[in-house]
């Protein structure tokens, strides 16, 4: 049963590439990505703010323009079909009903000038194909289902009379409405404070095991990662630097930007007050990509060879682990040792 499973992911991504063609030069914004998603697990993307996370989910589920400013290459891979090839029409049958995403800001993605209810229902009706009246009957179960209460009552609220945990709640429970088997979550909880984003990222983890679904989870937040996913892929500058299970990620990393992340995360044992260990510099401009690493102007452990020359992403004895570094911090360790 394993060689089946990894003879044939749900999800596989094949030196993917976005770039935007803009008028001071085309912006590498995703360059090179590649992963596989398995059925039932959590990938977590994690990364600074630019790395190309929002970006590849967008590529994913192919809501990006189409006035020619987006250049695409590559494959993506669901259930073995490349959806890169697929017309627009089929696309617009997979969005919603196989794969589905919930956004950072809910106020984004709800329309603040329709009732809860009409937003659920229309997702049965146009998707699914549901009756009225059993949409509605089905709105209601899945209003109680992501935990807000009186959920018969909330069909006729509007997005303005919720709070902002209610709203992600309902964008939930809107994105579940179609049973994807790919659920993306964009930074789903960025904008709620600690107490209601734990519940929101505790009720994600309860409906996907309640249906098998898998998940992207994008976020910035390693803790996050560590608590809620299965495997990691960590993004700088567009391109995938590290990736393998999430547990072997916070015993064993490799690249230095993984570990400077580590280093940047408050940590609750330091007193207050605590000055955190931010990362120096700046990523680089997607205009112009450096020659070699992306990491190298940023990185304390550079050398002469990372900014000539780009690392490919590689593995010392554990294929499930890669990275792209020139000098592992293993390596490091030892030589400064």
Same mark, same amino acid.
Request: proline letters at 7%; a negative charge.
């Given at each position: $049963?394993?060689?089946?499973? =990894? ?30 998603? !398995? ?7 994690? +990364? ?31 259930? +073995? ?52 009246? !059993? ?28 709070? +902002?945990? $209610? ?42 095991? !309640?249906?098998? $679904? ?47 992340? $580590? ?5 609750? *044992? ?7 260990? *931010? ?24 050398? !002469? ?14 294929? =499930? ?17």
């Amino acid at each position: $049963m394993a060689s089946e499973t =990894s003879a044939s992911p749900l999800l596989e991504v094949v030196d993917l590439y976005t770039h935007f063609d803009t008028p001071r030069g085309v912006a590498h914004a995703v360059d090179g990505v590649s992963f596989r998603l !398995e059925r039932g697990r959590t990938l977590g993307i994690v +990364g600074e703010s630019g790395s190309g996370k929002s970006v590849l989910s967008r590529t994913i589920i192919d809501i990006l323009a189409k006035d020619g400013s987006v250049l695409n290459q590559g494959e993506v891979r669901f259930e +073995g079909r490349d959806l890169m090839a697929l017309p627009e029409k089929d696309m617009r049958d997979i969005r919603g009903r196989e794969i589905a995403m919930v956004f950072q800001d809910p106020m984004s993605s709800l329309n603040p000038v329709k009732k809860i209810g009409k937003q659920i229902t229309e997702v049965l009706v146009k998707r699914l194909g549901m009756p009225g009246a !059993e949409a509605k009957r089905r709105a209601v179960e899945l209003i109680e289902s992501v935990g807000i209460p009186d959920a018969a009552q909330q069909l006729d609220r509007f997005p303005m009379h919720l709070s +902002g945990g $209610m709203r992600q709640r309902v964008a939930i429970a809107i994105a579940l409405a179609g049973e994807p088997k790919l659920l993306i979550a964009d930074e789903p909880t960025t904008a709620l404070d600690v107490t209601i984003q734990a519940q929101i990222l505790d009720l994600l983890r309860r409906q996907q095991a !309640e249906r098998n $679904m898998a998940v992207i989870l994008i976020t910035h937040d390693l803790g996050i990662v560590a608590q809620y996913t299965d495997d990691v892929a960590v993004m700088y500058a567009g391109q995938i630097v590290e990736s393998c299970s999430t547990e072997e990620l916070i015993r064993r990393p490799r690249m230095p930007y993984t570990e400077a992340l $580590m280093n940047s995360a408050p940590n609750l *044992a330091d007193p207050p007050h605590t000055r955190l260990d *931010a990362i120096p510099g700046l990523p680089p401009n997607l205009l112009r990509v450096p020659r070699g690493c992306r990491f190298a102007e940023r990185c304390p452990y550079a050398a !002469e060879k990372c900014s000539a020359e780009m690392p490919a992403l590689t593995d010392d004895d554990d294929p =499930s682990h890669i990275y792209a570094c020139w000098y592992p911090l293993e390596v490091k360790e030892a030589v400064s040792a």
